[in-house]
């Protein structure tokens, strides 16, 4: 022990017989002994078998020689292992062929079964076959140091009641503020429905552009009295030829599907003048041609607005077919083909091609304003024209503009007059709202500057272009 000088340790500490399983040491020296607390819990000293020997290894311990560290051979463990105080430095490093590994080999990784047993989960963690009832009673749970101690119950009647899991925070914009649905088959349906953004409401509407229809948007009129193809050079007989064509495609659509000849007498102004009287009935199985109505003698002056109604049975029906006109008008504003049938649909886009040549493409350049108008969040297209209320909608439907006003945005007249249905309109969408009048007749102009409303008058294929100009650069 002269290397090692007992002076510098406590008299009372008296070095211990040398280890006999590391024979190369020739000299030791003494330590303190410490108290390790390892994975069961316990402390013990380094003298224990609890150090690094499990009892679940072996139902016997091995020998103690392997596993028991003395006191005064430090000299086999690595320099800095226990620090602090009594640190133990060695200059001699550790040298693996030093240890007996020939122990080891009893305790390979196949004697031990896995954790989770495939067959039972009476005991996850420690098995039958690999620990001793006399070495361990019950089963030790690993403790951490900041949790408690729980034991895994996999019995059944643990498994009765139903996982509850820690609830989520709520979703930004998307459950705050919005009350609890009151049961499955509301939640069922919530989750199905597909949420499509509303049109704006008329109170939220910015700016309004009043439409005339007639040589404004389409040229129809002028066509069948030689003034377009005058005015513009065109063929006159041809021009007139067309207008004709297009005119029997009206009526004929108007008859035959709108019921024009049961209203022609009782005109609205409005698709909903008379849906008041309107009794809500189911009209898919309806026969409009057995249900006695018939437009009586003298009925002009019986429908000349929505506050003078005749009997209630014939109101009822009234309501009835502007109701169906309504749905025909909605299914079909974008397939008027298919509201056609052949061979009509096939002569209907003839003649659209032919007048599209013959007026340059007069309603081609209409429609992109409208469209300019229609991409707009808060703006809207009102149509408000002479022609009675049904043919004004066949004439909507054919010249492909049922995409650009929606049935509640036309209005007729031809009974009332453009001024009361401008009044209309203005106390429809309020106030606060812009309104433009875009029209090539005294009539819509003359009542737009006394409504101090602007006014673009449309006179040639060219005002239609500078309109849309002004749109895209939003100077309307």
């Keep these: 022990m002269a290397a090692y000088g007992q002076t510098q340790y ?20 003494s330590m303190p002994s410490y108290n390790i607390k390892t994975e069961d819990g316990l402390s013990h000293s380094p003298g224990q078998t609890g150090l690094l020997g499990y009892s679940n290894f072996s139902s ?12 005064t051979h430090g000299a086999g463990i690595s320099s800095g292992i226990f620090q602090g105080t009594h640190a133990i430095s060695s200059s001699t490093p550790f040298n693996p062929t030093q240890q007996e590994f020939s122990a080891y080999s009893s305790y390979s990784q196949s004697q031990y079964s896995p954790y989770y047993n495939s067959h039972h989960y009476n005991s996850p963690y420690i098995t039958s076959s690999n620990i001793s009832p006399a070495a ?13 101690v729980m034991m895994p119950n996999h019995s059944p009647e643990s498994h009765t009641a139903d996982y509850n899991p820690p609830p989520s925070p709520p979703t930004p914009g998307k459950e705050e503020g919005i009350p609890g649905r009151r049961g499955s088959d509301s939640k069922l ?8 953004p509303a049109p704006p409401l008329d109170s939220d509407i910015e700016r309004v552009f009043i439409w005339d229809l007639d040589e404004t948007i389409i040229i129809f009129h002028s066509l069948l009295t030689g003034t377009f193809s005058s005015r513009f050079g065109k063929d006159s007989s041809k021009a007139v030829s067309l207008g004709l064509w297009m005119e029997e495609m009206i009526f004929n659509l108007s008859d035959s599907r709108l019921f024009f000849n049961d209203l022609e007498e009782c005109d609205q102004v409005h698709i909903d003048d008379v849906a008041s009287d309107d009794n809500g009935q189911d009209l898919s199985t309806y026969n409009f041609g057995s249900d006695g109505f018939q437009s009586p003698a003298g009925a002009g002056s019986l429908c000349l607005g929505s506050g003078v109604h005749g009997g209630v049975d014939w109101m009822r029906k ?3 077919r502007y109701r169906r006109v309504k ?10 083909g298919g509201l056609l049938g052949s061979p009509k649909r096939e002569e209907w886009l003839q003649l659209r091609r032919e007048m599209e040549v013959l007026t340059d493409l007069w309603l081609t350049q209409a429609l992109k304003a409208l469209a300019l108008i229609n991409s707009r969040p808060n703006c809207v297209n009102v149509l408000v024209t002479t022609t009675q209320l049904i043919p004004a909608l066949s004439k909507v439907l054919l010249y492909g503009l049922g995409s650009a006003f929606p049935i509640e945005n036309i209005y007729s007249a031809t009974k009332t007059g453009k001024e009361s249905c401008f009044e209309r309109v203005s106390q429809r969408f309020g ?16 009542v737009a500057k006394k409504k101090n409303m602007p006014f673009w008058r449309v006179s040639c294929r060219a005002d239609l272009e500078a309109l849309s100009h002004a749109l895209e650069m939003d100077y309307l």
Excluded: M
Excluded at 62 to 71: C, E, K, N, T
Excluded at 136 to 147: C, G, R, S
Excluded at 327 to 336: C, G, L, Q
């Design 431 to 446: 106030r606060r709202a812009v309104y433009v009048v875009i029209g090539d007749g005294a009539e819509e102009e003359t």
């Design 318 to 320: 009234l309501a009835f």
């Design 136 to 148: 361990i009673t019950a089963p030790l749970a690993y403790q951490h140091p900041e949790h408690p």
């Design 189 to 196: 349906r919530g989750r199905k429905r597909v949420i499509e």
């Design 10 to 29: 406590s008299p009372a500490l008296q070095p211990a017989g040398p280890y006999t399983a590391y024979t190369h040491h020739a000299q030791g020296y």
């Design 60 to 71: 016997t311990p091995p020998s103690q020689s392997l596993y028991s560290y003395s006191h």
């Design 327 to 336: 749905e025909i008008y909605n299914t079909y504003k974008n397939n008027v």
